[in-house]
């Protein structure tokens, strides 16, 4: 029969091998456009606080004219083409609301739309997860001024 005997240093090393180790907590933020309104979700589903973001919204395909529509406190320099805004810091579960309040204002040509929304669009914030920061909203417009109803004219966050 054989035999084996443990060191104390062995032993060590076993409990650490079968011991588990948690993550740090951190923050892991996401984001989601409503095309039927221009509601954009903000939600920091981690497990610690989120400082303060970008957030984006980026169309491709058919997209609606901006000019003279899109305010210029909605463009970023480090992301052209695209509307952006920040949003304050949020704690670990809780989220924020913001309502393009220009959207109904925009005309959207015939077609289908594409709008990939981002959380921390600057990569700004470590998080636990860097891959889930977008969503893709996909619209079709019949070719007229389409308007959407508005739940709020306001720029600010709903906390």
Known sequence: MFRKSFTP????AVILIGTAV???AQPNLVADLNTKNGTVTIQNIGTAPAGAQIVSVNCTGVCPEPAGVIPAAYMNAAL??????????????????????????LF??????????CADALQQVEESSEFDNCSVDRMRSPGAQVRFRSPTNALKLAE
């Open 80 to 105: 052209p083409g695209t509307i952006s805004f920040t949003v304050s810091p949020m704690l670990a579960g809780q989220f924020r609301i913001h309502h393009l309040y220009f959207w109904n204002q």
């Open 108 to 117: 959207f040509p015939k077609g289908s739309s594409n709008f990939t929304t």
């Open 22 to 24: 948690s993550a740090a």
């Open 9 to 12: 240093l062995t032993k060590a």
